[in-house]
T-cell receptor, first 109, second 115 residues
Framework: DQQVKQNSPSLSVQEGRISILNCDYTNSMFDYFLWYKKYPAEGPTFLIS?????DKNEDGRFTVFLNKSAKHLSLHIVPSQPGDSAVYFC????????FGAGTRLTVKP | EAQVTQNPRYLITVTGKKLTVTCSQN?????MSWYRQDPGLGLRQIYY???????DKGDVPEGYKVSRKEKRNFPLILESPSPNQTSLYFCASSGYGGIYGSPLHFGNGTRLTVT
């Protein structure tokens, strides 16, 4: 039973444009949502998080939006850069972490 | 440097031969966990530990054991590895017992192949 779902395995965007990565969850008890970025041959690294009491959190080029009624969150990257090319994991937390399957983002120069 | 260290990075073994993957963190974190990453399935939690001598099963614990005798170490043990345990494994740690949105710090992974 996958409690966190990332339905798009891959996404390709042009440099300078917006990247939107989506994530859905099923457990309304999740308190925090976190995005991680993973480069090949490295472990995932924390990118940005949002508490369930908020609907938006921004950090530079990265913004996460949370829609609790729809159990949906999204990560916006504006403007996208080639160095953003990586696999992005959405994670949800309630005592321990649950992750989605990941979305591979490719930003083309 | 704050880090989570896993060893070995690569491991090839045969079915049934016991192995241990070590994990150590130097951040004095209470929470540690193990994940496996498989194509199309993402990161799935194997076991986690909220503190010393406290461990709990994650989503895919079958065939694995862990122990948490000291705060900094959280080894993953495969008593009798099978080919379906061929995967990429990550150890992670965080403060605050893994709650309150404290981010996980991941090691660089261990790629295990069981033939």
């Amino acid at each position: 039973d996958q409690q966190v779902k990332q339905n798009s395995p891959s996404l390709s965007v042009q440099e300078g444009r917006i990247s939107i990565l989506n994530c859905d969850y099923t457990n309304s008890m999740f308190d925090y949502f976190l995005w991680y970025k993973k480069y090949p041959a490295e472990g995932p690294t924390f990118l940005i998080s949002i508490s369930s009491i908020k609907d938006k959190n921004e950090d530079g080029r990265f913004t996460v939006f949370l829609n609790k009624s729809a159990k949906h969150l999204s990560l916006h990257i504006v403007p996208s850069q080639p160095g953003d090319s990586a696999v992005y994991f959405c994670g949800s937390e309630n005592n321990d972490m649950r992750f989605g399957a990941g979305t591979r983002l490719t930003v083309k120069p | 440097e704050a880090q989570v260290t896993q060893n070995p990075r690569y491991l090839i073994t045969v079915t049934g031969k016991k192995l241990t993957v070590t994990c150590s963190q130097n951040m004095n974190h209470e929470y540690m966990s193990w994940y496996r990453q498989d194509p199309g399935l993402g990161l799935r939690q194997i076991y986690y530990s909220m503190n010393v001598e406290v461990t709990d099963k994650g989503d895919v614990p079958e065939g694995y054991k862990v122990s948490r005798k000291e705060k900094r170490n959280f080894p993953l043990i495969l008593e009798s590895p099978s080919p379906n345990q061929t995967s990429l494994y990550f150890c992670a740690s965080s403060g605050y017992g893994g709650i309150y949105g404290s981010p996980l710090h991941f090691g660089n992974g261990t790629r295990l192949t069981v033939t």
